[in-house]
């Protein structure tokens, strides 16, 4: 048995009440919303499903994020994955090893014969009716009356991005439709708009499917805790009023403060300002900044740089001159500025505020590094 993490902060209370939702059977999906980096994953992954598993219940993980596969195929490969190795731990250490490049699916699966094999690299993103009915096949197999298998489901916002996924996400919508008593799923996503387009969307297969819930931030104790693991791998204790303000300044991503810590480890002076400072001049290169931005156009650089510098009504006739006059050129029109604010959106770095509306960057750290950028970058 894998030993426990000792810098996993475990949100213990909030992991109950998710799952109680399920184990109660107030919901049999939940929706999941919080900023990445925020740690959706490693609640996911180290509360919830032990959790559900400590319950008597079968977890499955799927990640959709970045995923080298078809949706259908990585779906698929999961549920291959869980049924083969049994527990979450089990399938996360077999998942981390690669995925095996074909799936071989006993008994009758889609009308095949009684063995069929399924190369999940040939997979495509509109996959046929077939591999969908395999797919199918396999949760059948999972379900669990009385104790549902519960799927985790894995920043799904990425499904909403290509209209070729539509025809796996309703083969998936009713799939748990016709087998709500044996199976349940918390969805999660770091997009408000991605999410929308899946659950709000009266067009879309999974409109009103799942009971919202958003990640709670996380505060002080887990600042506490990690200077504890930090105390315990070192023998030092770093300066608890310093390394808050570190957390605040971080936006409370404990992905972030998680690397400040990290760059503290090999040093003698344990000075957090200055290992802050180091952090966020290392960032553009670790997290591939730079190369994000060359990626943009002009214009969509320039709407970029006005939000990060607190821009406000991207449409507005200020906000377009001033795009305008950082690109050189005359003032876009209200139509353009539309067209590169969805193209910001569908590469995941702004997003919607919320219910009220409003823009904000997903990575608050890439919008400081844009915000300091001299008007020649556009």
């Known amino acids: 048995m894998a030993k426990p993490d000792p810098w996993h902060f475990t949100r213990k209370d909030a992991a109950q009440r998710t799952f109680m939702l399920i184990e109660k059977r107030l919901a049999t999906a ?12 490693e609640f996911l992954r180290q509360d919830v499903g032990p959790l559900a598993e400590k319950a ?15 949706p259908a195929a990585t779906m698929i490969a999961a549920l291959d994955h869980a049924l083969r190795h049994g527990s979450l731990a089990d399938q996360l250490r077999n998942q981390a090893q690669g995925l095996r490049p074909k799936v071989r699916l006993g008994g009758a699966v889609a009308g095949a014969e009684a063995h069929a094999e399924i190369d999940l690299a040939g997979i495509p993103e509109a996959p046929s009716g077939d591999v969908l009915l395999a797919m199918d096949a396999l949760l059948g197999k999972l379900a669990r009356k009385g ?20 025809p796996f996400v309703a083969a998936l919508r009713t799939s748990l439709d016709t087998r709500r008593d044996g199976l349940a799923a918390i969805f999660t996503g770091s997009s408000r708009e991605g999410l929308a387009a899946m ?12 009971t ?30 310093a390394a808050l303000a570190a957390f605040e300044s971080l936006d409370r991503s404990p992905y972030f403060f998680r690397m400040l810590l990290e760059q503290l480890l090999p040093l003698p002076k344990r000075d957090i300002p200055a290992a802050l400072l180091r952090l966020r001049e290392g960032l553009a290169a670790a997290l591939g900044y ?8 002009s214009v ?24 305008g006059r950082l690109v050189g050129a005359a003032t876009p029109t209200i139509a353009q500025t539309q067209s590169a604010l969805r193209r910001l959106t569908r590469l995941g770095i702004l997003d919607k505020a919320g219910p ?17 950028l001299p008007d020649e970058a556009f």
């Open 30 to 41: 939940l929706l999941l919303f919080g900023p990445r980096r925020m740690g959706k994953t």
């Open 56 to 70: 008597g219940h079968r977890v499955v993980y799927v990640s959709f994020w970045q995923a080298p596969l078809a």
């Open 147 to 166: 104790k549902p298998t519960l799927l985790l489901l894995d920043e799904v916002q990425e499904l909403a991005l290509d209209p070729k996924n539509r």
């Open 199 to 210: 659950f709000s969307d009266r067009a879309a297969p999974f409109f009103h499917f799942a």
């Open 212 to 241: 919202s819930i958003d990640l709670e931030p996380l505060g002080p104790p887990f600042v506490t805790h990690l200077l504890d693991a930090f105390e315990k791998a070192t023998g030092e204790r770093l300066d608890a009023k």
């Open 290 to 297: 730079d190369r994000l931005w060359l990626s943009l156009t």
């Open 300 to 323: 969509q650089r320039a709407l970029t740089a006005t939000l990060a510098r607190g821009a406000a009504a991207p449409f507005g006739e200020a906000n377009r001159a001033e795009i």
């Open 356 to 372: 009220r509306g409003g823009w904000t960057f997903d990575d608050p750290e890439f919008a400081r590094w844009v915000a300091g």
